[in-house]
């Protein structure tokens, strides 16, 4: 009896290295292409552990949760870290990261979240690029969220490491990532005594013992389920087109945005400027006094397939994520996600325009 994910032949590592080309093509990247076995965690975890010591001066961003996980990472490895928090209804701008250079001329690694799915703004990584690259620092991007929802250009921005996972916008696993990795991160790797060697968290395992072999041998049997699936997902975003996946993204913030401001109750925008909201996902402010987990919770009762979440933490008291990525950038979860959260606000009491909502995400989807 055959079962669709049992007894599979081992991935082949033609195979693998065909998925990395792949995914190299979806990344627009000339830069070697390591799939790691694991989430997206351990690549980024990898490359600061593989490139960071004590001699590292690091301006590591913080516009999310996950910049302080890396500031973390940074100050265990040694490294000096200069923080540069920027407020999370907000992105850092090229400006401020050129005059953290001219603060702290030793500064020679940046590390940056492109997209934050979890407070909902996206940074302008070509600019800032533009600004690292004048200043030689070796820049490290985590694109998680950003890759199938925004261009994600490594080669052309000039970011030396360049982490993605399926799990978002790709609406694919969440158990295998990649990283794209430049010359210069692979030589700061190489001259680094504590560089995670002979470890599943090493990088230069992958380029000593299979990128500079020519992608023959594999390190070990890699995860057949999660690659084949990373394979699927990124052949139907190449049927779809980059391009469409992106648009669909980009119409789901939005018609988001535009609904919820037309839905009115007091909720709003958590991003202020739009040209600073992701497209992966929607973060909104709750009216004071209505608890964002409760108003989420609410909403979920009537329809608990919605890709409804309150924010972390602290957050979880104002702020709402609704996250219209992967299969969920459509115009009727948008729709359903609004009318989901008025009929919450109504139920609190709260001057709702559900037909306005609905009007206004029509108009805006493209
Ligand atoms: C989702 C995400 C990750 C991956 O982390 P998970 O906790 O597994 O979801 C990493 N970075 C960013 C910016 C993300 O949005």
Known sequence: MTHPFLDLAPLSAARFASIEDRVAR?????????????????????????????????????????????????????????????PFHTAVTAAQIREAFAEHPGIDFVSLVHAEAATGNTNPVAEIGEV????GALFYLDAVASIGAEPVLPDAWGVDLCVIGAQKAMGGPAGVSAVSVSERAWARMAANPRAPRRSYLSLLDWKERWVDGG??????????????????????????????????????????????????GGLEPYVRDAAEAAPVATTLRTPSGVAASELVARALAS??????????????????????????????VVQGCLAALGAALAEKGLDVDLEGARRAVEGVWR
């Open 26 to 86: 979806l990344l627009d990247t000339r830069q070697d292409v390591v799939i790691m076995q694991g989430e997206a965690l351990l690549p980024l975890e990898g490359a600061i552990r593989g490139t960071a010591g004590p001699g590292t001066t690091a301006l590591n961003v913080i516009t999310g949760p996950y910049g302080q996980t890396f500031g973390d990472w940074l100050r265990d490895c040694g490294a000096t870290v200069i923080d540069l928090a920027v």
């Open 132 to 135: 690292v690259r004048e200043h």
């Open 215 to 264: 992608r023959k041998a594999l390190l070990h049997a890699p995860a057949q389920l999660e690659m084949l699936a990373l394979e699927a997902c990124v052949e139907r975003i190449e049927a779809e087109r980059p391009e469409t996946v992106m648009a669909r993204h980009a119409s789901a913030a939005a018609a988001t945005r535009a609904g919820a401001v037309a839905l009115g």
């Open 303 to 332: 329809d608990p397939a919605l890709p409804l979440a309150a924010g972390g933490g602290a957050l979880a008291k104002e702020m709402i994520r609704v996250n219209h990525y992967g299969g969920d950038a459509t115009v009727g």
